[in-house]
């Protein structure tokens, strides 16, 4: 986990291969090599040391809010999710926790039960922990029973010796929570490298890598076979883990089992959740209860009240300082957690709960209204004209030759949230990474290769990009799935670029800032 | 001969204390505390909101004293620059090598980030900061249109009601592409063909806190604002400042002002101005600085 390892690995290797060589050390050589044993002898009397606690981080945005906003932000999303160590599985949530429902049918006297399951009796495992969710029992109040046996002809249910005694008609789930913990784990060891882990895309490795990995926690995917302003599939997400992002770092998970995946999309889809959550609830307080707001307040106040001053104003009237002015937000933050917060995180709630559960609805997923047009000269045809027609304009960023090196990629843009230049000529996405329209003579996609993933990026777009949806609107299905032809024909083409269809394309001059 | 194997003797001593750090790294020294291998806890928390988050117990207070039986009032405001007001130069002339220029640099483009006329400040958006208890005021127009004309969005400033339809149309002849940028709201980011004016559906669902920015992701000097919300009571002040919020319920209520240019990426100019209604006529003026606005 921590880098300081991989210098130590390094700094050892290269001093054992300076003492085996034949050469006789140099005083420098010798220096490093009895730095290198001091250093291992401190190592082997001071011991490892504890590793870095796993934690989930807040935003930075909620960690702008006041100290009591902060405070509500962390203890709803503690409440709500928990910690590395102690998830919450809040059932409001469309996650497959893990786990088979049922309730009690009857009570024998010998510690088993009569049970009816509501789901896969293949489910319930030896030692499964049971949870009453109903009776006497519920709430936590009595300890917790353990299958010691199941037997799934009787549907009878051996509970091991000591914890509660059931009734019948308890309503109760075996073995929760399984699968979120299985893929937390799996989570733990393949991903949070990476991603992090509160899935923020800033694991240890994030920075070094381009494209960055995804940062979950504005719910949004780019690769999903749902319509526009629809979250991803969970079949969305399993195709990516079992076959990674081709031309990016997200590798192929093949090898993992085929629990492990589906295990690793819930705990996936889990965080996706819990970074929006706190992403709408932090957004819900920003305007009134963020300390940099009320710094911008308060400095603006400033400014109109010394030119009050300057004119002789006689109403002008002193703002108040930062601090008092954040003491008279905690006080207004105070009403505002009585009376607003509770039904914004219903609301929030509410709407994240619903969004996910429609990404799973068959009617979401976006499904061509004709079969893909027969791929003929014809239709590539068609097709090429589109691509560099004012219609759809692809060119101004994928290029006249596909190689996405469009006029876009030389521009200068404003970040649209904050309104200020990015660093970096052409296009960025939402979480503000540079971001180069697809070179499309490659014949690598990283949404997928078969043809209905190349119709979808073009009907929906690439979400929280600037790739936008073409469908829907004029463009017919037939003339997307001709642009499809066209595009995929293009890394097989010795076509060259000129066209007397092709409008005059503008590039814009380098480093060349618009004034604007 | 035997300073060679006390050389070699030394080496070989020398390679086990090596090792040791080796080993030691390789033992997985410094991993997570509770990393993949530990048994984790998965806690039940049920649908039903039962864990108190906030005060829910407690009861709401009384909203702002509304008494909608004492009448309705009008509120016909003017935001005023205070300053003496130069016109910005535009993005750029009429004929300018921009992108597209045939369609684009047609015409010189407005720098809209200020605007004054009259001594009143445009596009200033005005409204209640939180719906008064109890009211639903005037339901949506059915729809609102927002039109590209010359590679400029129009309007440049728009409420919308939430649920509410905005017609996103296109007066040129080339391809737009219409992208929003809320917060709280999935972005909207789709073409918008050459001459479209059937329009594309545009519909917000969810209040903001604040206006939005909405852009073109072909011709990067596009810009406009839209402030999705759910409630009745907001405007945006006409090219000469002016502005009219209707219906709004005879009592005291507190208003945002927020403009484009007061900050970086726009910026509230009141985060609360308290004004109090009473039925038929109300008049309101809003003073702003050029130093509010950056000037």
Redesign the interface.
């Known amino acids: 986990?921590?880098f300081?390892?991989f210098d130590?690995?390094a700094l050892?290797?290269q001093?054992?291969f300076r003492?085996?060589s034949p050469i006789?050390m140099s005083s420098a050589t010798r220096l490093i090599?009895q730095c290198?044993?001091v250093?291992?002898c401190a190592?082997?009397i001071a011991g490892?040391?504890?590793?870095?606690?796993?934690e989930f981080k807040l935003r930075d945005t909620t960690k702008d809010l006041i100290d009591a906003a902060e405070k509500?932000v962390k203890?709803?999303l503690d409440?709500?999710f928990?910690t590395?160590?102690?998830?919450?599985?809040?059932?409001?949530f469309p996650v497959n926790?893990g786990g088979v429902k049922g309730s009690v049918t009857s009570v024998g006297d010998d510690k088993s039960i009569v049970v009816k399951l509501d789901g896969d009796g293949g489910k319930v495992r030896k030692q499964a922990p049971i949870?009453w969710?109903s009776g006497s029992l519920a709430g936590g109040k009595s300890a917790e029973a353990v299958v010691a046996n199941y037997d799934s002809e009787t549907n009878q249910i051996k509970l091991a010796p000591g914890g509660s005694h059931p009734e019948a008609g308890d309503r109760f789930?075996v073995g929760?929570?399984?699968d979120?913990?299985l893929g937390?784990?799996v989570y733990?060891?393949n991903c949070?490298h990476c991603h992090g882990?509160t899935g923020d895309g800033a694991g240890p490795t994030a920075e070094f890598l381009n494209p960055r990995p995804r940062d979950y926690r504005s719910g949004?995917f780019k690769f999903t076979s749902t319509k526009?302003?629809e979250k991803a599939t969970r079949d969305d997400l399993h195709r990516i883990v079992q076959y990674g992002i081709p031309g990016t770092y997200m590798p192929s998970f093949l090898l993992l089992g085929e629990r492990e995946t589906k295990s690793v999309v819930e705990y996936v889809r889990w965080l996706a959740i819990r970074g929006e959550f706190e992403k709408?609830l932090t957004?819900?307080m920003?305007?009134?209860f963020s300390e940099s707001?009320i710094v911008?307040?308060v400095k603006?106040a400033t400014?109109?009240y010394k030119?009050k001053l300057k004119n002789n104003e006689k109403d002008a009237e002193k703002p108040p300082s930062v601090a008092v002015a954040t003491k008279t937000a905690a006080g207004e933050f105070k009403?505002y957690?009585?009376?607003d917060?509770?039904a914004a995180?219903?609301e929030t709630?509410n709407?994240l709960a619903e969004f996910w559960t429609r990404a799973e609805d068959p009617e979401t997923v976006l499904v061509p209204s004709v079969p893909r047009v027969e791929d003929t000269p014809e239709s590539r045809e068609r097709g090429r004209l589109l691509y560099l027609s004012?219609?759809?304009?692809c060119y101004?960023?994928h290029g006249m030759t596909g190689r996405g090196d469009g006029?876009?990629t030389e521009?200068?843009?404003?970040d649209?949230?904050?309104?200020?230049f990015y660093e970096k000529r052409g296009?960025h996405d939402?979480w503000g990474n540079p971001l180069k329209p697809r070179n499309l003579t490659l014949g690598q996609y990283r949404g997928g290769r078969r043809p209905i993933d190349l119709f979808r990026r073009l009907y929906v777009?690439i979400?929280?990009?600037?790739?936008?949806?073409?469908g829907?609107?004029?463009?017919t299905d037939e003339q997307l799935w001709d642009i499809v032809n066209y595009v995929m024909s293009l890394p097989y083409s010795t076509r060259q670029p000129s066209s007397e269809a092709a409008p005059k394309g503008?590039v814009?001059k380098l480093d060349d800032k618009?004034?604007? | 001969m035997l300073n060679a194997s006390k050389?070699t003797r030394s080496?070989s001593v020398?390679?086990s204390?090596?090792?040791?750090?080796?080993t030691?790294?390789?033992?997985g020294?410094?991993?997570?505390?509770?990393?993949?291998?530990?048994?984790?806890?998965?806690?039940?928390?049920?649908?039903t909101?039962e864990?108190p988050?906030?005060?829910?117990s407690?009861t709401?207070?009384a909203a702002t004293e509304v008494a909608t039986s004492e009448g309705v009032g009008i509120l016909r405001g003017k935001v005023v620059y205070t300053g003496a007001f130069t016109p910005l130069a535009p993005?750029?002339e009429k004929g300018a090598?921009?992108?597209?220029?045939a369609v684009c640099a047609a015409a010189a483009?407005p720098?809209e980030s200020i605007e004054v006329k009259d001594g009143g400040l445009a596009n200033a958006f005005i409204y209640l900061k939180k719906a008064p208890k109890g009211t639903s005021g005037a339901p949506a127009e059915s729809s609102v249109i927002f039109d590209q004309k010359g590679c400029v969005f129009l309007p440049h400033a728009l409420v919308v009601r939430v649920g509410q339809t905005v017609n996103v149309l296109n007066a040129d002849?080339?391809?737009h592409?219409?992208?929003t940028?809320g917060?709280?709201n999935?972005?909207?980011?789709?073409?918008?063909?050459?001459n479209?004016r059937m329009g594309?559906k545009l519909i917000y669902k969810?209040a903001e806190?604040?206006p939005i920015?909405v852009?073109c992701?072909?011709h990067?000097?596009m810009k406009a604002y839209h402030l999705p919300i759910d409630h009745p009571y907001a405007a945006v002040s006409s090219e000469n400042g002016t502005f009219e919020i209707k219906d709004l319920p005879a009592g005291k209520h507190e208003f945002k002002v927020w403009h484009e240019s007061?900050?970086?990426?726009?910026?509230?100019?009141e985060?609360a101005l308290v004004v109090t209604i009473k039925p038929g006529d109300n008049d309101l003026t809003i003073n702003v600085?050029p130093?509010?606005l950056g000037k």
């Not at chain 2, 999935?186 to 050459?194: G, K, L, M, Q, Y």
């Open positions: 986990m921590c300081a390892e130590v690995l050892t290797v001093m054992m003492v085996m006789s090599f290198g044993a250093c291992g190592l082997l490892c040391g504890k590793g870095p606690q796993a509500a203890k709803t409440e709500g928990g590395p160590s102690e998830l919450v599985a809040w059932e409001r926790y949870l969710l789930v929760f929570g399984e979120l913990a937390r784990r733990m060891k949070l882990v949004e526009k302003s709408r957004a819900e920003t305007s009134d707001s911008d307040t603006k400014a109109a030119e009403k957690s009585q009376e917060l509770p995180i219903e709630a709407l004012d219609n759809t304009k101004t960023c006029s876009s521009d200068f843009w404003k649209p949230f904050t309104n200020q296009l939402i777009g979400k929280a990009t600037p790739m936008p949806a073409f829907g609107g004029k463009i503008h814009a618009p004034a604007h | 050389t080496r020398l390679a204390l090596l090792a040791i750090p080796l030691l790294a390789n033992c020294c410094g991993e997570l505390v509770n990393g993949a291998n530990l048994k984790v806890a998965v806690k039940y928390r049920p649908s909101n864990a988050t906030g005060d829910a407690a709401p207070a993005l750029y090598d921009v992108k597209d220029p483009a720098n002849s080339i391809a592409n219409t992208h940028n917060k709280k999935t972005s909207f980011n789709s073409i918008v063909s050459p479209e594309v969810q806190q604040d920015s852009v992701d072909v990067a000097w007061a900050g970086p990426s726009g910026g509230l100019l985060k600085s130093s509010q």
